[in-house]
């Protein structure tokens, strides 16, 4: 079956503009989450979404970054007046159910380059 | 200091050798996770471990909860194993992630 897909796999863009981008999970997975891998540095955790139950946000950096899901599906992660400081891999992961019991599957992720 | 701590940072081996890489954490959690990533960027899930063993082919992860340490174990290494492999915790709904080890193993 499918995996994870997200969209664009490459993004440019100059700074200060806004870019969206977008992850299909697997379907039927009802945990979502965003990742950020930066040149040099780690993984690190951006958004989880839960079904229907408010998103955890703590992850994200700044309030330029946002996300949203909508239909339990689909998600956009939305990253307002992008700073060069933002150019890094965005990876989306989906999993079945509880965030601590299941195997998280991980999309190709988008790079993002901010000139 | 980070919540969690890898060993080694790099490592060589030669084919066929038995590869160990080490990973520490400093808080209570749920669970921990062994990931791969391959150049280019795609990440598997290896191993989701919250108490003893777990094996997969020729991986075999551990855990220790009362030490706070979880072991990845290679055996028969294949330069396919080259990657980078990557320790995460749990804690509540999120993963945190070490720094990863860079695994190449030559033929």
């Known amino acids: 079956g499918a995996g994870v897909s997200q969209s664009p796999s490459n993004k440019v863009t100059e700074k200060g503009k806004d870019v969206e981008l977008r992850c299909d999970p697997i379907?039927?997975?009802?945990?979502l989450y965003w990742y950020r891998q930066s040149l040099g540095q780690g993984l690190e955790f951006l958004i989880y979404?839960?079904?229907?139950?408010?998103?955890?946000k703590s992850g994200l950096p700044s309030d330029r970054f946002s996300a949203e899901r909508t239909g339990g599906s689909v998600s956009t992660l939305t990253i307002q007046r992008t700073q060069q400081e933002d150019s890094a891999v965005y990876l989306c992961?989906?999993?079945?159910?509880?965030?601590?019991?299941?195997?998280?599957?991980f999309g190709p992720g988008t790079r993002l380059t901010v000139l | 200091k980070n919540e969690v701590e890898q060993s080694p940072q790099n490592l060589t081996a030669q084919e066929g050798e038995f590869i160990t890489i080490n990973c520490s954490y400093s808080?209570?959690?749920?669970?921990l996770h062994w990931l791969q990533q391959h150049p280019g960027g795609g990440i598997v899930s290896l191993f989701m471990?919250?108490?003893g063993k777990k094996k997969h082919g020729r991986l075999i992860a551990t855990i220790n909860i009362q030490e706070k340490h979880s072991s990845l174990h290679i055996t028969a290494s294949h330069p396919r194993d080259s990657a980078v492999y990557i320790c995460?915790?749990?804690?509540?709904?999120?993963?945190?992630f070490g720094a990863g080890t860079i695994l190449r193993v030559k033929s």
């Open positions: 992961a989906s999993s079945i159910g509880l965030a601590y019991t299941d195997t998280q599957y």
């Open positions: 979404f839960q079904g229907n139950s408010a998103p955890d």
């Open positions: 471990l919250s108490s």
């Open positions: 808080v209570g959690i749920s669970a």
């Open positions: 995460a915790v749990m804690r509540g709904n999120k993963l945190v």
């Open positions: 379907s039927g997975h009802t945990a």
